[in-house]
T-cell receptor, first 113, second 110 residues
Framework: KAGVTQTPRYLIKTRGQQVTLSCSPISGHRSVSWYQQTPGQGLQFLFEYFSETQRNKGNFPGRFSGRQFSNSRSEMNVSTLELGDSALYLC????????????FGPGTRLLVL | QKEVEQNSGPLSVPEGAIASLNCTYSDRGSQSFFWYRQYSGKSPELIMSIYSNGDKEDGRFTAQLNKASQYVSLLIRDSQPSDSATYLCAVNQAGTALIFGKGTTLSVSS
């Protein structure tokens, strides 16, 4: 079975721009979670989607948003980019979420200049 | 605020030794506990999951859970240089987000 895929793998943007990242979960998985990883803060939860509905949300500003499509693929969007948004953005999928194991994609490394 | 605490390390052990990684969590309602390994520049990969008090063994890895003490640990037997990585502890309960510790860096010297 193919793993979680994320595109693009690398991105360079400038402050004020917006960016959209994409995640395709493992086939059959319906829960997709997004995380931001930085050296200082570690892995921080952004949001979780299940069956096209946001089920949980982390403590991030409204500039961070996401959505999930009927095929379980998910996108996250960051508007009005700030230097501090430079990070590794990780997507993880599981069958139904909750207590289940989450499997991570390779991540998208975003650099904001 | 739900928290997961890990010693950042680095934890240095010689090849063949036992590496012991520890994690404490603040939410008494936590039900699921995971250990992930992350190599530099890569994404986290699952090593072990544990849901009940006690030990769970998988090859060279043993996870130990003590809910009364809010403590979960990972033992790596016969440590190898390839085990050198950052180990992330993660905790959640049904319906909530997975909360990660900041990780412990393990260095195994040959």
């Amino acid at each position: 079975k193919a793993g979680v895929t994320q595109t693009p793998r690398y991105l360079i943007k400038t402050r004020g721009q917006q960016v959209t990242l994409s995640c395709s979960p493992i086939s059959g998985h319906r829960s997709v979670s997004w995380y931001q990883q930085t050296p200082g803060q570690g892995l921080q939860f952004l949001f979780e989607y299940f069956s096209e509905t946001q089920r949980n949300k982390g403590n991030f500003p409204g500039r961070f948003s996401g959505r999930q499509f009927s095929n379980s693929r998910s996108e996250m969007n960051v508007s009005t980019l700030e230097l501090g948004d430079s990070a590794l953005y990780l997507c993880a999928s599981s069958l139904f979420g909750g207590r289940e194991t989450q499997y991570f994609g390779p991540g998208t490394r975003l650099l904001v200049l | 605020q739900k928290e997961v605490e890990q010693n950042s390390g680095p934890l240095s052990v010689p090849e063949g030794a036992i590496a012991s990684l520890n994690c404490t969590y603040s939410d008494r309602g936590s039900q699921s506990f995971f250990w992930y390994r992350q190599y530099s520049g890569k994404s986290p990969e699952l090593i072990m999951s544990i849901y009940s008090n006690g030990d769970k063994e998988d090859g060279r890895f043993t996870a130990q859970l003590n809910k009364a003490s809010q403590y979960v640990s990972l033992l790596i037997r016969d440590s190898q240089p390839s085990d050198s990585a950052t180990y992330l502890c993660a905790v959640n309960q049904a319906g909530t987000a997975l909360i990660f510790g900041k990780g412990t860096t393990l260095s195994v010297s040959s």
